[in-house]
């Protein structure tokens, strides 16, 4: 795995993408902990946001996803750094003079629909990097990147937050993504796949997503992968900061963090979480799984985020409730190298950009209604009630998920 980065293209791509996660890990802490201040008794604005977000991903994913295996991925990866880095420097003056939540909310909106051209552009990018049969280890190389940025971010945005606030963490992440935008700014990949210009919008959605649902492996793990994604953000961004309040009780917090103490801690169980994650990512890196075994491990892995939410959500103690993140750590690196390794092995390259934006597509639109939902059910519910439903419904369509799977015959390649 490590002997990708002698490539100077993985290289640089690598260093920019580890430092844009980084910046990006660091601002979701601060968007939590923002709507969390100003509305304590009200997780339905959490739970708005998050929706308002997908919807905004959702929109950007329908109108420019179907162009992504048109235009250079590169420069779209350029682009859209350079312009979520000019987005997230204006949070701070929207949220410090209080213009109100639906002003931060419209920033919000706006970066995930530019946002939305990073993720299909960067996975189409490194399956065209990759080496031959090489696609789980440049995928378990990048999803370092994602690791080592939630690895430094908890404890580094806990501290930050405490001492400095919420918002002027934003300024690191407008920074970060400027970074990216010059790291990718410097590579020569290979050339993205031509001579389809001319075909429309409709043509282009058409082909990839009549591609998707052709292949019930791949749509399947989309959708496993959805359900799964919107319960973790509703967990981070909803019921963590909540929990970390009830796990904090007892404990002696010094002065110069008392602005938000139970950051510490919602901070200190996602390291523990990273830090798992790191150390299996690693692991999958140095092997190569043949298809129908990468599926096994994906679901798995999925089954063990769902079960690790639900166990820190009713955990009693610190003690049990950082098991129950490490596990969840164990999970992540399962669910994300196996699921875009598989994803980029079936799926040709001229169609890997629309693919990417199928999964997202999908994924946003579970989110936005789920993010909703689980707003009001906190709320409702409570915080244990509502992440032990969930996450028994989560765990149940997993198992009827895998069980279709295995009915028919895994292909090699797309």
Known sequence: MWSLLRDVRIRTVWIGETVNELGTALSFWAWAWILYDRYPEAPW???????????????????????????????????????????TATVPFLVEPGWGVWAVLGVLGLQAMVGSLEGPAMSALLAGMAPAGQYQRVYALFSLTHTLGNLLAPVLAGVLIAALGPVRVLWLDAATFAVAAGAYALVRPPASPGGRGSAGWWR???????????????????????????????????????????????????????????????????????????AATVWLGS????????????????????????????????????????????????????????????????????????????????????????????????????????????????????????????????
Do not use: K
């Open 45 to 87: 604005v959490a739970g708005a946001a998050i929706a308002l977000r997908s919807a905004f991903g959702f929109a950007g994913d329908l109108i420019f996803g179907p162009y992504l295996d048109l235009w250079d991925r590169r420069r779209v990866l350029v682009a859209s750094n350079a312009l979520l880095a000019g987005l």
């Open 204 to 278: 282009q959605f058409r082909e990839g997503l009549g591609f998707v649902l052709g292949r019930r492996h791949l749509w399947l793990m989309f959708l496993v992968a959805s359900l799964t994604n919107t319960l973790v953000e509703v967990y981070n961004a909803v019921l963590l900061p909540r929990i970390a309040d009830r796990l904090l009780e007892g404990l002696r917090v010094p002065a110069w963090l008392s602005a938000e103490p139970g950051a510490l801690v919602s901070g200190l169980l996602d390291a523990l979480t990273v830090g798992v994650e790191l």
């Open 287 to 414: 092997r190569l799984l043949p298809p129908r075994r990468a599926w096994n491990g994906f679901a798995l892995g999925c089954g063990a985020v769902l079960l690790g939410i639900g166990t820190v959500s009713a955990a009693p103690g610190l003690g049990l409730a950082a098991l129950a993140a490490m596990f969840q750590g164990l999970g992540f690196a399962h669910m994300g190298v196996l699921g875009n390794s598989l994803a980029a092995a079936l799926t040709p390259d001229p169609l890997r950009g629309r693919v990417a934006s199928v999964r997202l597509l999908l994924g946003r639109g579970v989110r936005s209604l789920g993010s909703l939902l689980a707003g009001w059910a906190v709320g409702a519910a409570g915080v244990t009630s509502m992440a032990a439903l969930a996450c028994a419904a989560g765990l149940g369509f997993v198992a009827w998920a895998w069980a279709r799977a295995v009915r028919d015959p895994m292909p090699d390649s797309g």
